[in-house]
């Protein structure tokens, strides 16, 4: 599976009470044989209480953020909040498929081992919903990208329905993306040295899920960052000088909600990513409980990511925080777009240009005072 179960905790400490036997599984002789050389779990039943507490807080607080992002959305109109949609349905599909179905369903109703089948195909949905998870940042870190360093390119690429091909496409790679990994071993229960196949399995994890995105978020926030700056330095510039500011060069809110939610990222999953690699080249999780120790703190910092971006979300911008008062106020706010706003101000200035524009010819008709023209001429 992805994360090591909380299950293979319970069972070895239920193994002196209850002797569960499985016929469907093939590798059950295997397991039983290394039982004894396997690494013992320091934090016992820590595992399954923290990833209950996670997904009792974290599924409710994603479904109030996907409410919230969804009114955003149609009130607004903006390709931005698409985006932080995919995001946060991903984040609940990881969490449904990775702590609640690889976790707490397999330890509570199962209770034993599962046959082989079921074990790969859960964890192939399990990679695919977390590398939706990832990559779904990836187009608005680009949106953010060109909205402040191409900003008339930004006006006519931008839009609501662009976005939401975009996400399908991602989605869909992200699926695709998890069927070689039904072949993943787990790395708690296989006691042999990873071969060709585990190798190539645990790099190209690796690089999906952690060093592509954050490549991609190192290069395009930095051009963000050095396009603010730059700016700052013409707003500097400019004030000396006594001239009038023509561009912001303030941080906007959306940027920093994208600062933040990479940054949260690659912090969380960089342990993870650091200990996979070690079970790989140095010391394997089924032999040494210090990696063992180390892999299950890992997990359980990434799946923290899943849950965490609402109160970012909360800290960082003010709309959104006024979204979710109106959702649990059970408030309905104005969902239609502000179209007919924008066309009553262009009627609005139609109307004051073409008054302007009748006095101006009220005045090129009136004839001139006979003081007038005398000073005219």
């Known amino acids: 599976m992805l994360f090591v179960k909380p299950s293979d905790v319970m069972r070895r400490n239920s193994e002196a009470m209850i002797d569960w036997r499985n016929a469907t599984t093939p590798g059950q002789q295997e397991d039983e044989s290394s039982a004894q050389e396997r690494s013992e779990c320091v934090l016992a039943y820590i595992p399954v209480v923290y990833y209950s507490t996670l997904l009792c807080v974290g599924v409710p607080v994603n479904i109030l953020t996907l409410v919230a992002l969804y009114r955003l959305a149609v009130r607004t109109q903006k390709a931005l909040y698409v985006y932080l949609l995919a995001l946060t349905g991903s984040d609940i599909l990881s969490q449904l498929f990775i702590i609640f179905v690889g976790f707490l369903l397999e330890t509570a109703v199962f209770h034993r081992d599962v046959p082989v089948m079921l074990l790969r195909s859960v964890s192939m949905m399990e990679f695919s919903a977390n590398h939706a998870s990832i990559w779904a940042t990836v187009p608005l870190t680009v949106d953010r990208y060109v909205a402040l360093c191409h900003p008339l390119l930004h006006r006519q690429i931008s839009y609501p329905a662009r976005a939401r091909r975009i996400i399908a496409v991602v989605l869909t790679l992200a699926l695709a993306s998890g069927v070689p990994f039904f072949w ?54 400019q004030d000396e000088s006594g001239q009038q500011l023509a561009v912001p060069g303030k941080l906007g809110k959306t940027t920093a909600m994208l600062l933040a939610v990479t940054s949260v990222f690659a912090v969380l999953w960089a342990p993870r990513t650091g200990v996979v690699l070690y079970h790989l080249y140095v010391s394997s999780v089924h032999n040494d409980w210090r990696v063992h120790l180390a892999y299950d703190l890992a997990n359980m910092l990434a799946m923290l990511n899943t849950a965490v971006n609402f109160f970012l979300y909360c800290f960082v911008s003010k709309p959104f925080r006024a979204a979710v008062r109106d959702v649990l106020l059970f408030r309905g706010g104005p969902l239609h777009p502000r179209h007919p706003l924008r066309h009553q101000r262009t009627a609005a200035n139609a109307s004051t240009s073409s008054i302007s524009s009748s006095k101006r010819s009220q005045r090129e008709i009136t004839p001139l005072s006979p003081k007038r023209a005398e000073v005219k001429t």
Do not use: E, G
């Open 184 to 237: 993943w071993s787990d790395m708690w229960r296989v006691s042999r040295a990873p071969n060709s196949l585990d190798t190539a399995l645990i790099w190209t994890h690796v690089t999906i899920i952690y060093f592509l995105p954050c490549c991609i978020f190192l290069v395009l926030n930095s051009l963000i960052i050095l396009r603010l700056r730059k700016r700052q330095q013409q707003q500097m510039c």
